[in-house]
Nanobody, 125 residues
């Protein structure tokens, strides 16, 4: 069973930066696509970014140019570097793993097999 543990969330002022980490255990991390999703209070979970096993990336339009997803297969960890944060980025952030090893990472949360517990990000204005 794959376990995912997020860390790095917190409170930051608008314009600031945070780096989220997602540590994976119990599976073949290098073969999975990894995704980051977020959910604000009262809203649906939405796609943020994803990276395939071959390091092909995908981003939501709302974060393109500000967020960067990466992975370190030696550490079984995925990252989300968030710069120029805005109050509308405030949400719980979740990482997820997709076992299907597609060349293009999926934006659909239904395609992901494993999920972390989430880490909160609050951006103050």
């Amino acid at each position: 069973q794959v376990q995912l543990v997020e860390s790095g969330g917190g409170l930051v002022q608008a314009g600031g930066s945070l780096r989220l980490s997602c540590a994976a255990s119990g599976g073949t991390f290098s073969g999975y696509a990894m995704g980051w999703f977020r959910q604000a209070p009262g809203k649906k979970r939405e796609f943020v970014a994803a990276i395939s096993w071959s390091a092909d990336n995908a981003y939501a339009d709302s974060v393109k140019g500000r967020f960067t997803i990466s992975r370190d297969n030696a550490k079984n960890t995925a990252y989300l570097q968030m710069n120029s944060l805005k109050p509308e980025d405030t949400a719980d952030y979740y990482c997820a793993a997709d076992r299907k090893s597609l060349l293009t990472p999926s934006r659909d949360p239904r395609n992901y097999d494993y999920w972390g517990q989430g880490t909160p990000v609050t951006v103050s204005s």
